[in-house]
T-cell receptor, first 109, second 115 residues
Framework: GQNIDQPTEMTATEGAIVQINCTYQ??????LFWYQQHAGEAPTFLSY??LDGLEEKGRFSSFLSRSKGYSYLLLKELQMKDSASYLC??????????WGAGTKLIIKP | TAGITQAPTSQILAAGRSMTLRCTQD?????MYWYRQDLGLGLRLIHY???????GKGEVPDGYSVSRANTDDFPLTLASAVPSQTSVYFC??????????????FGEGSRLTVL
């Protein structure tokens, strides 16, 4: 079966760095997305990786290892506004998105 | 720019009643999707449309129907609501015709409670 695993909840301190991991099992693979979702709001796009390696976008970076079925989202210089859920989604061979349940990130002052 | 507009924002519905959730986008995207989001679960695809005039079933289509008469509108209908359809519903669109690799743009969601 197809599956996306990510931690349910994480806590970090303002100004620090946090890494949110995601492992995936999909039938075929056509990339991996990260979305951010603030409570009560819609998900918004953060990143899309299809090749191995790290892609940096400001304070956020996303990493992919296709051989390990693994990705992570790295958030630097954490701000209170980064408190949100982070959704990992893999793209299978039929170009369908397989979503994880999301990781709720709590930022403490 | 409006992007994707959903209505209603919130609704309480008696079991057995019908309901249509509206979704309109102004980005001229070909692909549109309906998801439901439940606590502890990932987004689950209900129905999708890769282009006007075509629709397809997602992971959890039972009890729901959609239509795509034009590019902009993609309504979701519950013919006879049941309590298990209590959820937050998100409409999304993408400019990727084949779906899956294009960034999704989401509406603000419709919170539906079926009693």
């Amino acid at each position: 079966g197809q599956n996306i695993d990510q931690p349910t909840e994480m806590t970090a301190t303002e100004g620090a760095i946090v890494q949110i991991n995601c492992t995936y099992q999909t039938s075929g693979f056509n990339g991996l997305f990260w979305y951010q979702q603030h409570a009560g709001e819609a998900p918004t796009f953060l990143s899309y990786n299809v090749l191995d390696g790290l892609e940096e976008k400001g304070r956020f970076s996303s990493f992919l290892s296709r051989s390990k079925g693994y990705s992570y989202l790295l958030l630097k210089e954490l701000q209170m506004k980064d408190s949100a859920s982070y959704l990992c989604a893999g793209v299978d061979s039929n170009y369908q998105l397989i979503w994880g349940a999301g990781t709720k990130l709590i930022i403490k002052p | 720019t409006a992007g994707i507009t959903q209505a209603p924002t919130s609704q309480i519905l008696a079991a057995g009643r019908s309901m249509t959730l509206r979704c309109t986008q102004d980005m001229r995207h070909n692909a549109m999707y309906w998801y439901r989001q439940d606590l502890g679960l990932g987004l689950r695809l209900i129905h999708y449309s890769n282009t006007a005039g075509t629709t397809g079933k997602g992971e959890v289509p039972d009890g729901y129907s959609v239509s795509r008469a034009n590019t902009d509108d993609f309504p979701l209908t519950l013919a006879s609501a049941v309590p298990s359809q209590t959820s937050v519903y998100f409409c999304a669109s993408s400019d990727s015709v084949i779906g899956g690799t294009g960034e999704l743009f989401f509406g603000e969601g419709s919170r539906l409670t079926v009693l």
